[in-house]
């Protein structure tokens, strides 16, 4: 079968991680996309969820970065809790 280059941008820091992840797993990244694109023409779909995760929201960030900023700036009052053990 005849090999086609196919060449993309991607956030360095994200290249990176991903690098090490397919390590770790013991792929290279031409595996991993190689594996994406076999399994998205078979099923003709994307192989996973893509939704937005309400974490990252942009209310949520403000709300968070105040709070880290009221925490930084002594303003928050932390209480400590004992974890209930099953």
Do not use: W
């Not at 937005?52 to 009052?77: H, R, W």
């Amino acid at each position: 079968m005849a090999q086609a280059m196919v060449n993309f941008r991607m956030d360095e820091e994200l290249k990176k991680n991903m690098e090490e992840t397919c390590k770790d797993l013991g792929l290279s990244m031409t595996t991993a996309f190689t594996i994406f694109a076999k399994k998205m023409t078979r099923e003709k779909r994307i192989p996973f969820d893509v939704s937005i995760d309400p974490f990252y929201s942009e209310s949520n960030m403000t709300y968070l970065n105040k709070v880290v900023d009221d925490i930084e700036s002594g303003k928050a009052v932390l209480a400590t809790h004992e974890l209930i053990e099953d």
